[in-house]
């Protein structure tokens, strides 16, 4: 079976094929480190971990790099406004070296609570500031540059490519854009590959250039070290569609300006999540983090599971009554493979045939076409559902469909599974136990009895009385 995925550039599903038989070279952009990330951030390092994993699971020997942005992200992708570490910087009075490390290590440790597999290398923007001076001497040498004001620009209009990658058309463009605060700029979409020191006067992270002191632009930093890590042409660079009219479009620029190449084969993009009043955004201030969501009780995988949901190139709602969903879906789900569990324990004949095969077959199709992850999330259920199906071939298929999912389903099926065997209750329920109480306080009856009725589904009864409430396990 073959791997298709949506191309942004083409606009269609293509049959997925490696510049190297057997490898994959992937380049994902990562995040800017001045605040947490909030949780559409977190959705495409999700999106990016399903690609890698399904990459693996149709036998790919994956490389995949991932930047950290630590300099030179203005608030404005154009290249207007305040530089994002300096604001944070100034805002919690801490350096901004010391914004960068904070905000680094929190972001990795949202990673690794929502099992998002680590890339094989994470490059920090102001670790690779030779390379990057080295690709703006390169793009000079070859004529796509200019100097003004002090800072050094590329000129779209020795590109005449710009804009192809997003369908942009640059005449639109240019009579719609707003008043440009960069009077350095001969075209309002030109864009900045190294700023000097009269962009911020008060700018602490600057490097010697042949231009003078100062540091990148945002853009720069991908073209720079993708390319060291990965060659000047690999299979797939992943990123938010709002990474496409500009950032993208800019990198596309200077990476085949200085190489005359092709860059990249694949553009994977995902959409946007969304509040009932938007986009989220941080700006905007509609945004919630991952920490957020575990203060109000829920698992990371939760989240996790609700993005599984919705295929990654729709818009996605985000509500907590659709979250308290994923994590009811996500907990009987991990229920019922307990119960898969305890009856392969207990099974005493040996298993032969394949009636798992038709469910991995599906799974494999769906995932096969364009990571169809809800379609896949319904093959799995039906699997789970399925008691025809000989349970120890059961958790072979679970096993095999969860390396793609990555939910960590047995894992925490065989814990649940233990805690039982050994009169305890799993974490999971006696959350929800607990929530019931808070529910019982407020008098919110209604949501009481909803977790009562979920419990006794379960197994797992509960008997209210004065000294609190008791639960016993059901034979």
């Known amino acids: 079976m073959i791997l298709k995925i949506y191309n942004t550039p083409s606009r269609r599903v293509e049959e997925f094929t490696p510049i190297e038989p057997g490898g994959v070279r992937m380049y994902g952009c990562g995040p800017t480190v001045y605040t947490y990330a909030h949780i559409g951030n977190l959705r495409a390092y999700v999106c990016q971990d399903i690609l890698r994993r399904a990459l693996g699971f149709f036998g790919y020997r994956v490389t995949y790099v991932m930047n950290v942005t630590d300099v030179g992200h203005l608030t404005g992708d154009d290249d207007s406004g305040d530089d994002k570490m300096i604001v944070s910087a100034r805002e919690k009075k801490k350096t ?12 990795f440790a949202d990673v690794d609570k929502l099992n998002i597999a680590r890339p094989d290398t994470v490059c920090k923007a102001t670790d690779h500031i030779p390379e990057m001076i080295a690709l703006v001497k390169r793009l000079e040498d070859q004529g796509f540059t200019y100097v003004a004001g002090g800072n050094v620009y590329f000129d779209i209009s020795k590109f005449p490519r710009y804009g192809d990658f997003a369908g942009l058309k640059l005449d639109d463009l240019k009579a719609g854009a707003r008043i440009e605060k960069d009077p350095n700029k001969r075209n309002p979409l030109d864009f900045v590959l190294w700023f000097t020191s009269s962009k911020f006067g008060e700018q602490a992270m600057m490097w010697d250039s042949p231009w003078g002191r100062g540091y990148p632009g945002w853009h720069l930093e991908c073209s720079a070290m993708s390319m060291k890590y990965l060659g000047e042409q690999f299979d797939i ?26 860059w990249v084969n694949y553009w994977f993009h995902n959409e946007f999540l969304v509040m009932a009043d938007g986009k989220m955004s941080k700006s905007s201030g ?9 203060a109000a009780g829920y698992d990371p995988l939760d989240y996790r599971y609700f993005l599984l949901g919705a295929h990654y190139r729709t818009q996605l709602q985000f509500s907590e009554t659709a979250l308290a969903g994923a994590q009811a879906g996500r907990r009987g789900l991990v229920d019922r493979i307990s119960g898969i569990v305890r009856r392969a324990e207990h099974s005493q004949t040996a298993e032969a045939g394949d009636e798992a095969g038709a469910y991995l077959t599906a799974f494999t199709e769906h995932i096969a076409n364009d990571l169809n992850t809800s379609r896949c999330l319904a093959d799995l259920w039906a699997l789970v559902k399925d008691e025809d199906v000989p349970p120890r071939e059961a958790l072979g298929c679970i096993e095999r469909m969860d390396s793609i999912l990555g939910l960590g389903l047995l894992e925490q099926a065989r814990a649940a599974d233990a805690a039982d065997s050994d009169g305890t209750l799993s974490s999971d329920v006696e959350q929800l136990i607990r929530e019931r109480n808070d529910a019982r306080r407020r008098r919110d009856f209604a949501r009481a009895d909803s977790i009562r009725d979920e419990l006794l589904g379960r197994g797992i009864q509960l008997e209210d009385g004065p000294e609190g409430t008791r639960w016993k396990k059901l034979s």
């Open 237 to 262: 660079h992943a990123g938010g569609i709002d990474h496409v009219p500009v950032h993208h479009t800019n990198e596309i620029a200077q990476s085949e300006a200085a190489t005359g190449k092709k």
């Open 96 to 107: 901004v070296w010391e914004i960068a490390e904070h905000y680094t290590d929190a972001f």
């Open 286 to 294: 509609t945004f919630t983090t991952l920490s957020r969501l575990e």
